[in-house]
């Protein structure tokens, strides 16, 4: 009887071992049963069964591998969930792909009237497309790239075709554990160019704008500085599709949510980031302020009619209703010859997303574009877009935006009278009137506005906070933080700078916090203190340090911070046995983790923010060490295609800063790559740039990395109490990256995004040139014409530490 047991035991071990297995196809001998797996060659997809919520109901999916929480991107049996355990998907004997329930045989999904000869198969690619084949002539016979469901996965595609009459978009799920069609649809449309809809049933939803090129017109971040994972390609036949590809991300997909949403999701390595979204406010839903209505995203957004118009419904508009849009206040004279107060004029409007309803004029230039709209009198507006070419609208201009910067310029049509240019002397009198009192007013405003500055006040500081959109800002009481921190002892201290103290403390409800006590001293006046509370409270990002609020009562500005339990970065690569505490994979860790939320500074925020003053002290650790940048007191904010900017207060630490910031106050994307450059050797190395000196000359920590890269690849620089836990050819690489970013020319250094690609990937990197700050001058030694000197040798009178 034992050994009878042990038999059963071993049959039923080896036959769940057999079940569970994952293979690479599925044919007509080798059907797909609940508990199989068919994965693609590359790890990276997983197609079998799937429940949602450990219900009875069985979908076919695919997913991500290894990911957890799993995402699914491609169900099958949307509608009709399997609920027999012996249903299986596999290869019918007349060569067609089904799913069925294995005891009665009745077919739950199929891939239609499709079928294959003998031999055909069915696999998983690379891709996470799940192709079925026929053996015999090679041919694809069905996909399901060409079937989508809520997911739009690299190299699949949307598309259109009005001869065959064929569209292929987006179909949102019910709910995340439901994925039946809802009402949400995504498509592109056949118009040209082509753009982006989000429909909710038959009506638009959501509109990304006309497609120029490499960018949609509706989406203000796609500026200049923007690399597009996008592309569209339209053809003279009537066909035309969309495609999406990160080249930077391993794991990327467009998703179409069940509430309406577009989001574009890439894996850091650790969980999902959202690079894109929309709608995101009022303004991005369709038509929000109606026909000749012009939505503005302000906080709130608000609805005004064009100049010229007025709206439709003023008891409607008051009420908050603007759908109804607005009308002409002076209807049109249109003729072609039309002169003097017949002829018509345009108002150009600024920074918006195009009308819809466009259409594409062959035009030269700006001049021949403003000249066709002219002279056709059912023009009633124009644009002479980059990247596109003349627009030209006839019909109402209906879902317009106008952002605070980015956008379009928008030329509309007006009766000339709207010029209001003959107005009498009446009209002239009181416009020199109205403009000496508003000098007069202006001056007294702003002796007022000097006396009240000098004596602000608490409700006052509260006033400016709340008129800047800060989310989730909390105000703390001083009795409160006083408690917390018992009175700013000296055993709650944590670290003391430039900008005063930083002290420990542990709220009544049990939160620890960090609170940075500005000095009456400090460098950090009101402008910096409330410059950080609105930046860092409107970025939110895993390798960001987040602001709980702020403080402030008479002379003293708090703010309160979550707290970092490991400190900052600099107690750790600075500290003689702290230092042994990370190793490589942890430094190496780290140092991603630094490039990820300097990306999303520069790039995948809805700000465009440079930090200028990232430094290894500005660096926080967790309790999992997963560093956090800090310190905006001196960040800035860009705005729409801007890429660069100059100040003639050159603000930040000594070491750190690029040589065109330090030298003419230009600072961008590159600058703070360079300081980045310049931690990462820091990391490596263990030294700090500020006081390290190398042999007889005292060579600095530049010019000492460069020399370590020519004689061996940098891979002695690293700290020697850990060369047994590195890859000496990822520390070399390293090294270079570093060297890279500190280049003295700015084209020379990488981007963000090429940063974030040489330390994520293995890929061919350019050699470095030697740094110019590399080159010492020893104090005894006057430099000649063409030598350089090191950033530590700038006066402090000119660059102010921190």
Not at 106 to 114: A, N, P, Q
Not at 340 to 350: E, L, Q, S
Not at 515 to 528: C, D, F, P, T, Y
Not at 575 to 599: C, H, N, Y
Request: hydrophobic share 35%; with cysteine; proline share 4%.
């Amino acid at each position: 009887m034992g050994k009878k047991r042990i038999l059963f035991f071993a049959y039923s071990l080896l036959f769940a071992i057999f079940v569970s297995f994952s293979f690479a196809e599925i044919t007509e001998e080798s059907p797909l049963s609940i508990g199989k797996t068919l994965s693609s060659s590359n790890g990276v997809y997983e197609l079998a069964f799937l429940s949602f919520n450990n219900s009875l109901n069985q979908y076919v999916g695919i997913w991500f591998k290894g990911i957890i929480p799993q995402v699914v991107v491609w169900v099958a049996n949307r509608e009709k969930p399997v609920t027999d355990p012996t249903a299986n998907l596999g290869i019918s004997s007349n060569g067609t792909l089904l799913l069925s329930n294995g005891k009665h045989g009745v077919v739950w999904w199929s891939t239609g009237d499709i079928f294959a000869s003998k031999g055909s198969r069915a696999e998983l690619t690379d891709s996470g497309n799940f192709v079925f084949t026929d053996k015999v002539s090679g041919n694809t016979i069905w996909q399901s790239f060409e079937h989508l469901g809520n997911t739009l996965l690299p190299t699949s595609t949307m598309m259109y075709n009005l001869v065959t009459g064929e569209k292929r978009g987006l179909i949102s799920w019910k709910s995340s554990t439901d994925p039946s069609p809802s009402d949400f649809l995504v498509k592109i449309t056949p118009q040209v160019p082509s753009q982006g809809f989000v429909m909710r049933g038959s009506a638009p939803y959501y509109r990304t704008g006309p497609w120029a090129k490499t960018r949609f017109t509706g989406l203000p971040q796609m500026d200049d500085s923007y690399t597009s994972p996008f592309s569209i390609h339209q053809d003279v036949n009537g066909s035309g599709y969309f495609l999406y590809f990160d080249r930077y991300y391993k794991l990327s997909r467009i998703l179409l949510t069940s509430e309406g949403s577009m989001k574009v999701l890439r894996h850091n390595g650790m969980d999902w980031e959202s690079s894109y979204e929309g709608p995101v406010n009022s303004c991005d839903i369709y038509g929000a302020c109606g026909p000749f209505g012009l939505c503005v995203t302000s906080v709130p957004p608000k609805c005004k009619c064009f100049k010229g118009f007025v709206p439709k419904s003023i008891e409607e508009w008051k009420r908050g209703n603007w759908t109804g849009g607005c009308v002409r206040r002076t209807e049109l004279y249109c003729h072609a010859n039309s002169t003097g107060k017949d002829a018509n004029i345009f108002h150009t409007v600024p920074n918006v997303k195009p009308p819809d309803f466009y259409e594409y004029a062959n035009s030269v230039d700006a001049e021949e574009c403003y000249q066709n709209c002219l002279h056709n009198c059912s023009c009633v507006a124009f644009a002479n877009i980059p990247g596109i070419g003349c627009l030209m609208w006839s019909k109402d201009l209906m879902d317009t935006v106008q952002f605070s910067a980015g956008g379009e310029v928008l030329s509309v049509r007006l009766a000339h009278s709207e010029l209001d240019v003959n107005n009498d002397k009446k009209s002239i009198v009181a416009i020199t009137v109205s403009l000496t009192l508003f000098l007069i007013l202006g001056v007294a405003a702003f002796g007022i506005w000097r006396f009240r500055a000098a004596h602000i006040s608490k409700d006052a500081w509260r006033n400016d906070l709340k008129t800047q959109d800060v989310p989730g800002l909390e105000f703390f009481e001083m009795n409160t933080i006083q408690t917390a921190t018992d009175s700013f002892s000296l055993s709650n201290k944590l670290g003391y700078g430039g900008f005063g103290s930083v002290y420990k403390g542990k709220l009544q409800d049990g939160r620890e916090i960090a609170v940075k006590r500005l000095s009456s001293s400090s460098e950090q006046g009101k402008q910096e203190f409330m410059n950080e509370i609105v930046l860092i409270s409107k970025l939110q990002h895993r390798n960001l340090v987040q602001v709980l609020g702020c403080c402030v009562e008479g002379k003293e500005k708090l703010l309160i911070y979550e707290y970092m339990k490991n400190k900052s970065l600099d107690t750790f690569v600075f500290d003689s046995r702290k230092r042994l505490e990370i190793d490589w994979p942890k430094r190496f860790e780290i140092i991603q983790g630094i490039a990820r939320g300097l990306l999303y500074l520069h790039r995948d925020s809805r700000l465009r923010v440079i930090h200028r003053d990232l430094k290894v002290s500005n660096i926080l650790l967790d309790e999992k060490m997963n560093p956090k940048i800090s310190d905006f007191g001196l960040a800035r904010m860009f705005q729409g295609t801007q890429y660069q900017d100059k100040t003639r207060r050159v603000v930040g630490t000594l070491g750190y800063m690029a040589p065109e910031y330090a030298w003419t106050g230009v600072f961008s994307e590159k600058s703070d790559i360079y300081s980045f450059g310049v931690l990462l050797l820091e990391i490596i190395s263990g030294e700090k740039i500020s006081r390290f000196g190398f042999g007889e000359e005292g060579k600095a920590l530049l010019a000492y990395v460069w020399e370590s890269w020519c004689e061996t690849r940098g891979v002695n620089l690293l700290d020697q109490a850990l060369a047994d836990s590195c890859h000496p050819s990822e520390v070399g690489r390293c090294v270079q990256i570093g060297l890279l970013c500190v280049q003295h020319k700015p084209a020379d250094r990488p981007n963000t995004l090429e940063l974030l690609s040489m330390l994520t990937t293995t890929s061919d990197l350019p050699l470095p040139k030697q740094p110019t700050f590399a080159v010492h001058t020893r104090d005894d030694e006057s430099p000649s014409n063409d030598s350089m000197i090191t950033v530590n040798e700038v006066t402090e009178s000119v660059i102010q530490g921190r």
